[in-house]
């Protein structure tokens, strides 16, 4: 019996096998090394020695664009971004600029959703809502897995910056918060605690 190049097979259980022809070896190459063309691997989310295993089209060490945990790194050179640990709730931490933020959580954290609540003060601790604050909720140890995605906190009458975190499962989780000011990122910080 003879296939044509991309003939599908299917195996059963929702498992499928398309035949190549071996008039493309880059491309079955790719398959053997278990790299397809689809794969994210192949399309560049994740680290690996060179992208001419897979893509032939792709010189020998080119960049490629990674993103992994606080880091994130293109082709173009971009820096790194550090997310610096804030202390434990109700400490004071400064911004650098002689202001300094303190935050606290509408009650224990616990299954469910939890409000964190981030109050800014200047240097004669005044109450003030100089900047645009975004979060950003994950588990660090299952990374991607439950991440929120950026969301702008809320301000409320007392200007008390707040964001709701959906917290699924227990385990450590963090928040990560960017601190912009004129559209521009000016610090950013990682709140970490356990369920």
């Known amino acids: 019996m003879t296939y044509r190049r991309g003939t599908l097979i299917v195996l059963g259980c929702g498992l499928a096998l398309v035949l190549l022809s ?18 994210p691997l192949a399309r560049g989310l994740y680290p690996r020695a060179s992208t001419a295993e897979v893509d032939p089209r792709v010189k020998p060490g080119a960049p490629t664009a990674v993103t992994t945990g606080a880091r994130l ?21 400064e911004l650098g600029d002689g202001n300094y933020v ?19 003060f200047n240097k004669k601790g005044d109450q003030i809502m100089p900047c645009l604050i975004k979060g950003r909720s994950d588990m660090p140890s299952m990374r991607g897995a439950h991440d929120s995605g950026d969301v702008e906190f809320k301000l409320n009458r007392k200007n008390d910056y707040l964001l709701p975190v ?8 963090e928040v990560r918060v960017t601190f912009f000011k004129d559209g521009k990122p000016v610090f950013y910080g990682s709140i970490t605690f356990d369920v």
Not at 166 to 172: E, K, L, S, T
């Open 102 to 120: 303190v935050y606290d959580f509408s009650e224990k954290p616990k299954m469910g959703t939890v409000i964190l609540k981030i109050q800014v």
């Open 22 to 39: 071996a008039a493309s070896p880059a491309v079955t190459a790719g398959y053997v090394k278990g790299r397809a063309f689809g794969s």
């Open 166 to 173: 959906n917290i699924v499962m227990p385990g450590d989780w």
């Open 73 to 93: 790194q293109a082709a173009s050179g971009s820096r790194e971004i550090v997310y610096k640990p804030m202390p434990k709730t109700g400490k004071k931490y």
